[in-house]
């Protein structure tokens, strides 16, 4: 397997362990500084919000594996796309919401970082 494919599934894999862990500084070590997370609201405006607001999030909210809810979270796709670009679909779940999310990594300085997620939420239950 090609070492970028790897690197990419990797930074992705940190990425899906920060988010079930509630840990932010995994988070912060794979989302560039200037990353931002994106999705339509229900209203369909579009909500952006940066980084470190989303790791203060995560910081005050209860961990996934602390709450003991189940974890399974997939990566669908990986499209290396050239030496420096990368597009990865995931999916995961902080029931009773599941999320696809977009990642575009970015290889800076000889590591792959998350430079942007776009993501959709469902609501089941609701």
Known sequence: MNADIKAVEATVRTY???LYEGDAEKL???FHPTSAL??????GAIQIVQRDAWLDAVRTRPAPQAAGMQRDDHI??????GPTLALVKVKCQM???YFTDLLSLLKIESRWQ??????MTE????
């Open 76 to 81: 669908l796709t990986i499209d290396l796309v």
């Open 28 to 30: 912060a070590h794979v």
């Open 114 to 119: 998350i430079v942007q997620k776009v993501f």
């Open 123 to 126: 609501t089941q239950g609701t």
């Open 95 to 97: 029931p009773p919401r």
């Open 38 to 43: 994106t999705t339509a609201r229900d209203d």
């Open 16 to 18: 899906l362990d920060g």
